[in-house]
């Protein structure tokens, strides 16, 4: 729904740009540097997480224009692409309870359209999805260690 779209747009964009914002004059003054955090999902869409995929989109977009922007400043901006690792907010548990919870909000047409078959095969790939994901945040740490204080930080990290 636009509700799901917009809380997560207010967390993961809206939030980002204006704390981005707001610091701008004490970076460009100090010719500082922005990282900011998006996601492999911001490069590839995945199906059942399209608010988060927006959002993420979003970041990706606002970093690469924040970066030519502030390149007469000397500001630098740099992304990191965490990729896809176990979390909280993947565990195959939850994974399946949000997928019912947005069942549910269907209308009784779309429910009829997609079938329970689709349901169930949702839940089927997202289980199989979370069985590959990295378990080790390390090479995360070093992503955002390196574009903090590397002399020469590269400005995407995937």
Same mark, same amino acid.
């Given at each position: !729904?636009?509700?799901? +779209?917009?809380?997560?747009?207010?967390?993961?964009?809206?939030?980002?740009?204006?704390?981005?914002?707001?610091?701008?004059?004490?970076?460009?003054?100090?010719?500082?540097?922005?990282?900011?955090?998006? !996601? &492999? &999902?911001?490069?590839?869409?995945?199906? %059942?997480?399209?608010?988060?995929?927006? !959002?993420?989109? %979003?970041?990706?977009?606002? $970093?690469?224009?924040?970066?030519?922007?502030?390149? =007469?400043?000397?500001?630098?901006?740099? #992304? #990191?692409?965490? %990729?896809?690792?176990?979390?909280? #907010?993947?565990?195959?548990?939850?994974?399946?309870? %949000?997928?019912? @919870? #947005?069942?549910?909000?269907? !209308?009784?047409?779309?429910?009829?359209?997609?079938?329970?078959?689709?349901?169930?095969? $949702?839940?089927?790939?997202?289980?199989?999805?979370?069985?590959?994901?990295?378990?080790?945040?390390?090479?995360?740490?070093? &992503?955002?260690? +390196? &574009?903090? =204080?590397?002399? +020469?930080? @590269? $400005?995407?990290?995937?």
């Amino acid at each position: !729904s636009v509700a799901d +779209h917009q809380a997560v747009l207010n967390v993961n964009l809206l939030g980002l740009i204006d704390v981005t914002r707001t610091f701008l004059p004490l970076l460009k003054k100090s010719r500082g540097r922005v990282v900011n955090v998006a !996601s &492999a &999902a911001g490069r590839l869409a995945i199906p %059942g997480i399209a608010p988060y995929s927006v !959002s993420k989109y %979003g970041v990706e977009a606002f $970093s690469d224009s924040l970066r030519r922007a502030m390149r =007469c400043f000397g500001v630098k901006v740099h #992304i #990191i692409e965490p %990729g896809f690792f176990r979390t909280n #907010i993947n565990q195959p548990a939850d994974v399946r309870r %949000g997928l019912d @919870r #947005i069942w549910q909000r269907q !209308s009784p047409e779309t429910k009829e359209e997609y079938g329970e078959e689709f349901l169930q095969a $949702s839940k089927d790939a997202a289980e199989a999805a979370t069985k590959n994901l990295r378990q080790d945040p390390a090479a995360v740490v070093d &992503a955002m260690e +390196h &574009a903090l =204080c590397s002399t +020469h930080p @590269r $400005s995407r990290y995937v």
